[in-house]
């Protein structure tokens, strides 16, 4: 009976620690709330919403932020999805077995680079290197920030594009070969379609992954929250949500307007993450069933 | 002779397109190997026994980044502490304890949140709670505390993952032979799975030691006289250390940056390696 009585103990702390997962995301939530929320009060709708980051003379408006996190991830994904997917397709379709054993501890290598490390390179050497090629009077741009950011998307996109690829049957890309397609005209036209939803799920994670991405951005793209006038937007300083938050929070003081703004920030940063994973979820949710469907 | 051309079309067509798929690889694989070698090429000549063992010195352009070392390795290790039990345990629940209903749906749910949330917003809520609400201020508890929630979705997915590879019928046998359900994981289930859950382990412990953004406002600090003395102090840490320096130090030699940046690869990929390491040999030697 002793055993009865521990194990009753033994399966409450595991259940316990379970649903941790949902006390703790009620609790970030709670907290971002409780510091973020005040800013409504603070700030007039018109102006939280407004053109103009300047936060020592008291202007609040996070446009200028969302359009610099949305350009700065619009360009990543430009250049994560070629590549991951690209990179994907050539590890689950056509690398022999010895490319595949060299190739995917490089990509975790990739995934493994702390992003302050990227940031780190990205002044030292991928800054320098865009100033002069692109001749630009400074190398700390959105385009910058958007080219590592896409290397930091990458391993994410490739991973689960490869998961995806890799649940396709054998007997389609068999099928297409007996058909008398060729290996190209199989990948386009058969695997890759077949894999199409697992293929967007790696995408939106690979868009997580690069609206919340805050070191590298931050280091890179020169910090300066303002409104593109033109489409040469990408190759001039921008600022994203995440490195305001970061490159601010440290020097407000708490319980301030600008503290608060933060905060609201954050939500906004947490809504936009809380949208991204679960439509990416549910994508994988309804790719898993398809492919059960077909296979049964 | 047309069927001919369209044939001779369509093979030019895959030639080129699985060549450019190999270039795309090449140029995605390429920079990573690049970098590390520079990095180590550049780094190199910094490293010696004062760089990892002594204090900075002359605003940190000069003598060892001890304090940062110290820092990461105390950070990890508080994350450690919390996320692994918790983490664990969450993952056997998952994995053999739950029934799927709608709660454990939730649960889900609840994990693929926590590990799509902003690095940032992870470090606004540890400010919130842990640093202001529960009053630990800026320290290692309280960074620690963040990176652990932060860790926790690595740990748990890849722990149930772990979990279910072993093969229902140790299961059936186990109970069958009159063992409990804790019994039958604690004996069978966990140690069968082990090498899976300490490959997980490490990976997230090896995220939570390149972390900066939770850790700016919890517990990293610009520069520090002394090592920390206890949990309750702010600490230095190599990751927030790179930044600094790489931004805020007017003059900062680059040898010693690239020295820093050099020992946080070391610390973060050799955690790597050693959860590989651990992959592999434990693959190598499954009997299932």
Redesign the interface.
């Known amino acids: 009976m002793e ?2 009585k521990g ?1 009753r103990w ?2 409450w ?3 316990i ?6 006390l ?2 009620s ?2 939530l709670f ?2 709330a ?2 973020g929320f005040p800013a409504l009060g603070e700030v007039p709708l018109k102006d939280l919403f407004g053109a103009r980051w300047y936060p020592i003379e008291g202007y609040f408006g996070i446009w200028p932020l969302i359009f610099g996190s949305v350009l700065v991830t619009v360009g990543a994904l430009l250049i994560g999805i ?3 997917i ?2 994907a ?3 689950s379709e ?2 022999p077995a010895w490319i595949k054993n060299i ?1 995917k ?6 995934a ?6 990227l ?3 990205g ?3 991928a800054a320098p290197f865009f100033r002069q090629f692109l001749n630009l009077p400074t190398g700390l741009t959105a385009f910058t920030g958007a080219v590592l950011l896409g ?1 930091i998307a ?1 391993p994410t996109i ?1 991973s689960i594009s490869e998961d995806a690829l890799n649940t396709v049957p054998s007997t389609y890309r068999h099928g297409a070969l007996a058909l008398g397609a ?4 199989t ?2 036209g058969v695997t890759v379609p077949a894999a199409r939803s697992g293929l967007l799920t790696a995408v939106m ?1 690979g868009v ?1 992954r690069s ?5 590298a951005v931050m ?1 890179v793209t020169g910090n300066a929250p303002v409104l593109p006038r033109s489409l040469n937007a990408l190759f001039l300083p921008a600022r994203t949500m ?1 490195a305001t ?2 490159s601010e ?2 020097e407000v003081a ?1 319980g301030s307007m600008h503290y608060h703004v ?2 609201f920030i ?1 939500i906004v ?2 809504g936009i ?2 949208a ?3 439509t990416a ?1 549910s994508l994988a949710l309804r790719s898993r069933k398809r492919a059960e469907r077909l296979l049964s | 002779m047309e069927n001919s051309e369209a044939a001779r079309i ?2 030019r ?3 080129l ?2 060549n ?3 270039l ?2 090449l ?3 390429l ?3 690049g ?2 070698v ?2 180590i090429v550049r780094g190199a000549p910094a490293l010696s026994w004062e760089f990892i063992s002594a204090m900075p010195r002359e605003g940190m352009r000069a003598g060892g980044i001890l304090p940062a070392i110290m820092g990461t390795f105390y950070l990890t290790l508080g994350t450690a502490v919390f996320s692994v ?2 983490g664990v ?2 993952g ?3 994995a053999e ?2 029934p799927d209903n709608r ?1 454990t749906r ?2 889900r ?17 540890g ?3 842990f640093v ?2 529960l009053k630990f201020g800026t320290s290692i508890l309280a960074a620690s505390l963040t990176l652990s ?1 932060m860790t ?2 690595v740990i ?1 997915s890849t722990t149930e993952e772990a979990l279910r590879q072993v093969p229902n019928a140790f299961r059936v046998v186990s109970t069958s032979l009159g063992a ?4 039958t994981i604690q004996r069978i289930t966990l140690p069968q799975a082990m090498p899976g859950v300490i490959t997980g382990v490490i ?1 997230g412990l ?2 939570a ?5 939770p850790i ?2 919890t517990g990293a600090a610009f520069f520090l006289p002394l090592l920390p003395q206890s949990p309750l102090d702010a600490t230095m840490a190599l ?2 250390h ?2 600094v320096i ?2 805020s130090v007017p003059g900062m030699p ?1 040898e010693i ?1 690239y020295g820093t ?1 050099l020992v ?2 070391f610390f ?2 050799g955690m ?1 390696v050693i959860a ?1 390491l651990i992959r592999n040999r434990a693959r190598a030697r499954r009997q299932w």
């Open positions: 055993t009865a194990e033994i399966t702390i595991i259940k620690s379970g649903y941790s997962s949902i703790f995301v609790l970030i907290f971002l409780r510091e070629p590549f991951g690209g990179t397709v050539y590890l056509l690398a190739l501890p490089i990509i975790e290598i990739l493994g680079l702390p992003s302050v490390v940031g780190f390179l002044i030292q050497l290397f990458i490739v060729n290996h190209w005209q990948i386009w994670l997580g609206i919340g991405e805050t070191m280091m995440t938050i970061a929070m440290g708490t933060l905060f954050g940063l947490f993450s809380l991204v994973n679960l979820s | 369509s093979r067509n895959a030639l397109g699985v450019l798929l190999r795309i690889t140029l995605t694989a920079p990573v190997i970098v590390i520079y990095i039990p918790l345990a969450a056997i629940y998952i304890y739950a709660a939730l649960v749910i609840a994990i693929i949140n926590l590990a799509g949330i902003p690095s940032v917003v992870y470090g606004l809520f400010l919130g709670l202001l609400f929630i926790l979705p748990i409990t359900r804790w019994q990976l090896e995220r030691a390149g972390e900066t953004a700016m406002f990751p927030y790179i930044f790489s931004t680059v940056q940046v946080l690869l973060v990929l790597n590989t």
